[in-house]
């Protein structure tokens, strides 16, 4: 069974940064793609990067400029840098990793999330 574990999370004051790490129990190479999400308290879940096996990467027009995205394979680590954090980054962030590519079948994993929350 795959686990993702993430840390990292925090208060943080508005301007400030933080960096996230999701470590996986397998290589990420097992994965076609590997990202980010967050959900805000009422909000709906939504994208904040991702990451393909490639290395190509894809940023929710909010974060771009400020967010990055990265991976270390030799710890089978994924890494989120959030920097010039703004009152609305607060939210719950998880870690997904996807198998396959659709329309073939598809298997999907979360981690449990690691809260990110604004301490103005």
């Known amino acids: 069974q795959v686990q993702l574990v993430e840390s990292g999370g925090g208060l943080v004051q508005p301007g400030g940064s933080l960096r996230l790490s999701c470590a996986a129990s397998?290589?990420?190479?097992?994965?076609?793609?590997m990202g980010w999400y967050r959900q805000a308290l009422g909000k709906q879940r939504e994208l904040v990067a991702g990451?393909?096996?490639?290395?190509?990467?894809k940023y929710a027009d909010s974060v771009r400029g400020r967010f990055a995205i990265s991976r270390d394979s030799a710890k089978n680590t994924v890494y989120l840098q959030m920097s010039r954090l703004k009152l609305e980054d607060t939210a719950l962030y998880y870690c997904?990793?996807?198998?396959?590519?659709?329309?073939?079948?598809?298997?999907?994993?979360w981690g449990q999330g690691t809260q990110v929350t604004d301490s103005s």
């Open positions: 997904n990793a996807r198998t396959g590519v659709p329309p073939g079948p598809v298997s999907e994993y």
């Open positions: 990451m393909n096996r490639e290395g190509r990467t």
């Open positions: 397998e290589s990420i190479f097992s994965f076609n793609v």
